[in-house]
C-alpha cells in the first residue's frame, strides 16, 4: 500500500480539479455537518464532479480524512519557541485546543490515527523541540507530548459537547441553567449533597478557557516533577 504523501499528485491534461480543492470542499463539509457527512459522493457534488472522477486522485476515504487533518494543521503557524520549555508547551497546548474548537471532527481523528503529512509532522517536531527543553531523553518529551494531546482532547470535550448541546436543543448554557435552575434550588435545598450545594452556592464559575489554563498548569507542574 502506497501513502498518499508518498505519490505524486494526479495531475489531467485539463487541470478542472485539484486535491487542495477537495480537500477544502471536504474540511467545509465536516466544519458544518460533522465528519459523518463527509463521503466520496457529497465531496464530489460539492465540487461538482463525478464521484469517479475523485478517485483519480485519491484511492479512498481515509486518504481524503489524511489530507483533511494535515491541510487544517498548515493553517497559520506555531508561535516561536522562547527557550522556555513551560511556556512554550503551554502555547502547543492553547494552539491544539484552538484548532480543535475550529475544526471539532478533528478530535477523533487526532485520538485515532497518528498525522504523518508535512504539517502535521512539522507540528509535531515544533512540540518535541519545545518539550526537549524539558528533558533530552526523547521517550520522555514524546511522553510528555503525548500527554498534552490526551490533555487537550480531554479537556475539549466538554466544550465540544456544550455546542452540540446547543445546536440540538437551541438552547444556551445560560438558557439550560435557567430551566434547571428550580430542580437545582430544590436539590441545595434538600441537604442531601452538602458538597454539591457549596460549589453552586459558592464556587466561582469558571470559564471553559479559565478550567483549561487551571489543568494545563496542574500538568505542566506535574510534569516538572516526574521528567527533570
Same mark, same amino acid.
Given at each position: 500500500?502506497?501513502?498518499?504523501?508518498?505519490?505524486?499528485?494526479?495531475?489531467?491534461?485539463?487541470?478542472?480539479?485539484?486535491?487542495?480543492?477537495?480537500?477544502?470542499?471536504?474540511? =467545509?463539509? @465536516?466544519? &458544518?455537518?460533522? #465528519?459523518? !457527512?463527509?463521503?466520496? /459522493?457529497?465531496? %464530489?457534488?460539492?465540487?461538482?464532479? $463525478?464521484?469517479?472522477?475523485?478517485?483519480?486522485?485519491?484511492?479512498?476515504?481515509?486518504?481524503?480524512?489524511?489530507?483533511?487533518?494535515?491541510?487544517?494543521?498548515?493553517?497559520?503557524?506555531?508561535?516561536?519557541?522562547?527557550?522556555?520549555?513551560?511556556?512554550?508547551?503551554?502555547?502547543?497546548?492553547?494552539?491544539?485546543?484552538?484548532?480543535?474548537?475550529?475544526?471539532?471532527?478533528?478530535?477523533?481523528?487526532?485520538?485515532?490515527?497518528?498525522?504523518?503529512?508535512?504539517?502535521?509532522?512539522?507540528?509535531?517536531?515544533? =512540540?518535541? @523541540?519545545? &518539550?526537549?527543553? #524539558?528533558? !533530552?531523553?526523547?521517550? /520522555?518529551?514524546? %511522553?510528555?507530548?503525548?500527554?498534552? $494531546?490526551?490533555?487537550?482532547?480531554?479537556?475539549?470535550?466538554?466544550?465540544?459537547?456544550?455546542?452540540?448541546?446547543?445546536?440540538?436543543?437551541?438552547?444556551?448554557?445560560?438558557?439550560?441553567?435557567?430551566?434547571?435552575?428550580?430542580?437545582?434550588?430544590?436539590?441545595?435545598?434538600?441537604?442531601?449533597?452538602?458538597?454539591?450545594?457549596?460549589?453552586?452556592?459558592?464556587?466561582?464559575?469558571?470559564?471553559?478557557?479559565?478550567?483549561?489554563?487551571?489543568?494545563?498548569?496542574?500538568?505542566?507542574?506535574?510534569?516538572?516533577?516526574?521528567?527533570?
Amino acid at each position: 500500500m502506497s501513502l498518499v504523501w508518498s505519490r505524486e499528485p494526479y495531475a489531467p491534461k485539463r487541470q478542472a480539479m485539484s486535491v487542495e480543492r477537495i480537500v477544502h470542499a471536504a474540511i =467545509a463539509v @465536516a466544519d &458544518a455537518e460533522g #465528519l459523518d !457527512a463527509v463521503s466520496m /459522493r457529497r465531496v %464530489a457534488a460539492e465540487v461538482k464532479s $463525478g464521484t469517479t472522477s475523485l478517485y483519480r486522485y485519491l484511492e479512498n476515504r481515509d486518504e481524503l480524512l489524511d489530507l483533511m487533518v494535515d491541510a487544517v494543521w498548515g493553517e497559520g503557524a506555531p508561535e516561536p519557541l522562547t527557550g522556555d520549555w513551560r511556556a512554550d508547551l503551554a502555547e502547543v497546548a492553547r494552539d491544539q485546543r484552538a484548532m480543535v474548537l475550529r475544526h471539532p471532527w478533528l478530535a477523533g481523528l487526532m485520538a485515532s490515527r497518528p498525522a504523518l503529512g508535512p504539517n502535521s509532522l512539522r507540528r509535531l517536531e515544533h =512540540a518535541l @523541540a519545545a &518539550a526537549a527543553a #524539558l528533558t !533530552a531523553d526523547i521517550t /520522555r518529551a514524546a %511522553a510528555v507530548i503525548g500527554m498534552i $494531546g490526551d490533555y487537550v482532547l480531554g479537556a475539549v470535550a466538554k466544550e465540544l459537547a456544550e455546542q452540540e448541546a446547543r445546536r440540538r436543543t437551541g438552547l444556551s448554557e445560560d438558557e439550560w441553567r435557567a430551566a434547571v435552575g428550580p430542580y437545582i434550588r430544590e436539590v441545595v435545598a434538600s441537604g442531601a449533597y452538602p458538597q454539591f450545594s457549596r460549589q453552586v452556592v459558592e464556587a466561582d464559575d469558571l470559564s471553559f478557557g479559565d478550567r483549561f489554563e487551571f489543568g494545563l498548569a496542574c500538568l505542566l507542574t506535574g510534569c516538572a516533577e516526574q521528567v527533570r
